[in-house]
């Protein structure tokens, strides 16, 4: 069993950054692929960034060149770095952890209780 726990979100400004985290318990951590999907009201969950336990990276088109995923399996940590966000980033952030190809959109067996991130002026 993995437990995934967010931290980080919050209010920003347009344009401003923001990383969230986060840590998981588990000693498979290491073996995973992880990833940060969000989630606004009415709409799907869809993945942001994901990442595998090689460093390979995948991102979701809208946020290309704006947020960093990277992980610290010596911590069981997994980041997203959040720069130049946009009021469209505003949504509930949820770290994801699974045994998933870096390109699979599907998330993998594991939650977090998710973060919310709100970019407003």
């Known amino acids: 069993q993995v437990q995934l726990v967010e931290s980080g979100g919050g209010l920003v400004q347009p344009g401003g950054s923001l990383r969230l985290s986060c840590t998981a318990s588990g000693s498979i951590f290491g073996g995973y692929r992880l990833g940060w999907y969000r989630q606004v009201p009415g709409k799907v969950r869809e993945l942001v960034a994901a990442i595998n336990s090689a460093g390979d990276t995948n991102y979701a088109d809208s946020v290309k060149g704006r947020f960093t995923i990277s992980r610290d399996n010596a911590k069981n940590t997994v980041y997203l770095q959040m720069n130049s966000v946009k009021p469209e980033d505003t949504a509930v952030y949820y770290c994801?952890?699974?045994?998933?190809?870096?390109?699979?959109?599907?998330?993998?067996?594991?939650w977090g209780q998710g973060t919310q991130v709100t970019v407003s002026s």
């Open positions: 994801n952890a699974g045994v998933k190809t870096i390109l699979s959109t599907i998330p993998g067996s594991y």
